[in-house]
């Protein structure tokens, strides 16, 4: 059971249904996994991810996140082409536990459309969201 | 959703912010916030304590005990104890299983003879009931009398290198007790029992201490009666502290225990004949490996050698995983789907330098030696497979490439000499 007033959800960025959440640097969106999904894999042992320059659609799977307790998929929360990932994780996968808005982030996105950032939900909706599958 | 049953440290357990799961009927700690990764490599480098109070025991006492053993247990208790095969003595416990009589599983044990007619038969959660039945229906004209005993008997699990300097701190007369422990030796019980060797925590509390274990490396499983189970849980936790002592959840245990080549009842082993795997040294084969030394229930599977499927540890090259419980398949180099996969978890203890795996407890590991964890597990396939051979495993999700192996994990310590470990 997670004690949601205990996540740390920032109110700079977006969050989507499959719990990864979006923020705007300039025309770029840089992509990970909330605080929310990180607690429930529990230790990420692995981190699959695409290649740069590869291009995928909102709500396309991206790659993929291994924990001790299950394989989950990783969804573009906007669509996009891949600018950048994050090698760091590639070798030390705990940083998406450890810090999953800073050192832990995924990838870099040049958005195909800055638009669907609203189709993301706010903090509070997210939470929302949590609450009410807890 | 229905709720499971509890240990007496349930509430420990949840007080402590560990993530909850239903573990074979029973709601149990699959880690702590220490997290899973952590808890098992702190087992190979220091100590973790584990609840493992959900699991089952029957004691089986009387003139009859032995006879009846003989024909229910795999193993043969008049020859089953160390290298040179000696009969199983007080103070002894083995590793054997209970089969029916077409040769497949019903649970495997670790049996204890307590004293001259007198076993404890420790089983796996849910089982209890089901192995006395079991014992009781093959008792013929025997006088034995078979009875499980779970309800009354709690049990932690303190496993790694730094378990006996732990047990030190807590033991009255720590190193008579200890002095010369053999693996799958072990000294007192759980409550006031006639045992020469009486085993007791400072606070008087009686232990059975027993140098075995779920993990692969040097530990102890501590029985005690079970309303002593949480101070008992509380006294061994501080004096751990300084050693690195930490809980450790059901997570880190189902790890450990794969990279360390040991079976999951009813998971690796189950209802299909007990024969063709890594673990029929607890059948009771002769020196030949052709015969059996006794009859008991199940020998017919001495029979199925031939047609019997296979089953096989195998290792990964990263930490990726595909579902286990016969969820995904095994596909040889011809593209066949030849079996499935029993287990498959992630060491994450252990990693590949060159083409040799490490372990974090390898004395000779590389420096600056980071563990990328790997997969390994169990698969079960209908055509034999040779040491080395590659394979690939697949799930809904995506295809592994692993090989088959006869270990995993390497530089394991359970069967370490006690006095390297005080």
């Not at chain 2, 002894?92 to 044990?109: Q, S």
């Not at chain 2, 089982?127 to 006395?132: K, P, R």
């Not at chain 2, 499927?309 to 040889?332: C, M, N, Q, W």
Request: proline content about 6%; some cysteine.
């Amino acid at each position: 059971m997670i004690d949601t007033s205990q996540l740390i959800l920032p109110d700079d960025l977006r969050y989507a249904e499959d719990h990864e959440w979006a923020r705007l640097e300039g025309d770029k969106v840089r992509v990970g996994i909330s605080d929310f999904a990180q607690q429930q894999l529990g230790d990420i042992t692995f981190v699959e991810l695409p290649n740069v320059g590869d291009s995928f659609g909102k709500g396309q799977q991206f790659g993929a996140v291994e924990s001790t307790k299950a394989v989950s998929d990783l969804f573009m929360p906007i669509g996009g082409e891949i600018l950048e990932v994050n090698q760091a994780i590639r070798e030390s996968p705990e940083l998406v536990n450890q810090d999953p808005y800073g050192d832990g982030w995924m990838i870099l996105v040049k958005p195909t459309r800055a638009d669907e950032m609203n189709q993301l939900m706010t903090k509070d909706a997210y939470l929302d969201m949590v609450g009410r599958t807890e | 959703m229905l709720q499971g049953k509890r240990t007496p440290l349930y509430d420990w357990h949840v007080a402590h912010a560990a993530t909850m799961t239903d573990f074979a009927g029973w709601d149990m700690p699959v880690w702590y916030p220490t997290g899973a990764v952590a808890e098992h490599r702190t087992v190979i480098t220091n100590a973790g304590l584990f609840d493992t109070s959900h699991m089952c025991a029957v004691a089986i006492s009387g003139p009859g005990a032995f006879d009846l053993l003989q024909l229910c247990v795999t193993k043969d208790l008049n020859a089953c104890v160390g290298t040179v095969k000696r009969p199983l003595q007080p103070g002894d416990g083995v590793f054997g299983a209970y089969l029916n009589d077409k040769g497949e599983l019903i649970d495997d044990t670790i049996l204890y003879m307590i004293a001259e007619g007198m076993y404890l038969s420790v089983v796996n959660a849910g089982h209890g009931t089901e192995i006395a039945q079991h014992l009781t229906a093959h008792v013929g004209d025997k006088d034995v009398q078979v009875e499980e005993v779970s309800s009354k008997v709690g049990k932690i699990d303190l496993q790694g290198p730094l378990s006996a300097k732990i047990l030190e701190k807590l033991l009255q007369e720590p190193l008579k007790v200890l002095d010369n422990m053999q693996y799958f030796g072990f000294k007192g019980y759980f409550e006031d029992r006639p045992r020469p060797d009486d085993v007791r925590l400072r606070d008087g509390t009686p232990i059975m201490l027993s140098r075995t274990g779920f993990t692969g490396e040097f530990g102890f499983e501590i029985l005690v009666s079970r309303d002593r189970l949480l101070p008992v849980w509380e006294m061994i936790l501080p004096a751990g502290q300084d050693l690195g002592l930490i809980t450790c959840g059901l997570a880190a245990r189902d790890s450990l225990r794969a990279g360390g080549l040991l079976p999951l009842s009813h998971q690796d082993m189950g209802p299909w004949p007990f024969i063709n795997n890594p673990w029929t040294f607890v059948l009771p084969f002769d020196d030949e490996d052709k015969s059996f030394t006794k009859k008991f229930i199940g020998d017919v599977v001495l029979a199925e050698r031939d047609q019997a499927e296979h089953t096989y540890a195998f290792v990964g090259y990263d930490p990726r995983k595909v579902s286990g419980k016969g969820l995904s398949v095994v596909i040889d180099s011809g593209g066949n789907e030849i079996g499935v996969v029993l287990t498959c978890v992630s060491d994450m203890a252990i990693g590949l330098s060159g083409d040799r795996i490490y372990s974090i407890g390898s004395p000779d590991k590389p420096k600056d030696f980071k563990p990328a964890g790997l997969s390994c597990g169990f698969v079960r396939v209908k055509t034999p497979l040779v040491l080395g051979q590659e394979v690939e495993l697949r799930d809904s999700r995506r295809t592994i490439r692993v090989r088959i192996v006869d270990d995993v994990r390497p530089d394991r310590t359970a069967r370490r000499p006690m006095k390297d470990m005080l």
